[in-house]
């Protein structure tokens, strides 16, 4: 897995949920005036976080040769 790209893709995917979880810790400590927006902001929020982990994982096994 020492392949320049490989690296790359898991690295900027983990760049993207480094960013999904400030956005949403941010929120969680400065909420929005309305709660239904901020609630909304924060799920979304944690559905990326969800979704890219999940293709990080399917990536990392892919690449690994591990069958799930």
């Avoid at 690295?11 to 400590?29: K, T």
């Avoid at 982990?53 to 399917?58: A, E, G, K, N």
């Amino acid at each position: 897995m020492k392949d320049e790209r490989t690296i790359a893709v898991i690295d900027l995917l983990s760049s993207l949920i480094l960013s999904h979880s400030g956005m949403l810790a941010s929120e969680q400590y400065n909420p929005r005036q309305d709660a239904d927006a901020s609630d909304g902001y924060m799920a979304e929020n944690r559905m990326w976080i969800k979704e890219l982990r999940d293709i990080r994982q399917r990536f990392e096994n892919l690449v690994t040769g591990v069958v799930e």
